[in-house]
């Protein structure tokens, strides 16, 4: 990719530099430690020093430029655009040679418009020209369940369809970061396992004009790769996270990521071992996936509730 050496705004550059608050460790676990403080902050103290070149994977899902301003400090417009490309360089920083950086973004509306919003896009753009990385792949996660919105086009005015995917990029500083798709294989269709049984299937040239021989998929692997789009939900009520938030009276993150999301990337680009980072932990799914995976893991999150009840992540369940 082309660096773009005018990206950043006139008034970025001139806004003064704020006194960051100071980044304290809110826990520890045999693999990991949470971070509390902004990740400005983070960047910007000796702890990031510690493991510049360490990083296999940066996975995490920013807060989203949404109309509406959330608890946990979502940025609206330019000026989202602007603060996202600003850590690209360096979190760049903290990579190793192989190593990428996935993030999760939703859609975006323009206020009081059924019009979308191409801030998303705008975001994904300045992110990779102000980190000078590639755009590897993109991945489309749908989740079937969720509610029906923006709900004004959708549920009242019924001018648009319900909003059912965020996208997921995967980015990396190399053309050829580490990744391996047998860590991710699904399945078989009862379809391909027919196929393997009998060995029967037409081969010869299709209409695309790709040519399939008469043995191209009758080697069974372990499993059939996956594709690009992901479908997972996040509907569950009564899970050990909730059910801590709910007894200690603590209101839970309200934009909490399947755990499959992580785990899915962590499995495709990382190795056991390996360091995996989320810079806007939350409730830290990240690094709770990270520890059952065998990885080690830093992540960090402002919001000093929101660290406390990540606790009950890493907690051990009583035997029954």
Known sequence: MTRNKGTRS????????????????GYKTTLGTMFQGTIE???????????????????TSPPFPLNRKKAYGNKQGEQFVEWLADLAPDLKKLLTPTGSIVMEMGNAWEPGRPVMSVLALESLLQFLRRGELQLAQQFICYNPARLPSPAEWVNVKRIRLKDAYTHVWWMAATDLPYANNRNVLTPYSKSMLKLLRTGKYNSGRRPSEHHIGKTSFLKKNAGAIPANVLTMTNTRTGDVYQNYCRDHGIKPHPARMPFQLPEF??????????????????SNTTGAVAQRLKRK??????????????????LRRKAK
């Open 10 to 25: 006139p008034a970025a550059r001139k806004a003064p530099k704020r006194k960051r608050k100071s980044v304290v460790i």
């Open 41 to 59: 902050g983070f960047l910007q103290s000796p702890r990031a020093a510690k493991f510049a070149g360490k990083v296999q994977l940066i996975f």
């Open 265 to 282: 990337f962590i499995k495709l680009l990382t190795k056991k071992g390996q360091l995996v980072m989320d810079p806007f932990a939350g």
């Open 297 to 314: 893991w830093i992540a960090v999150e402002a919001i000093e509730e929101y660290v406390a009840s990540s606790r009950s992540r890493f």
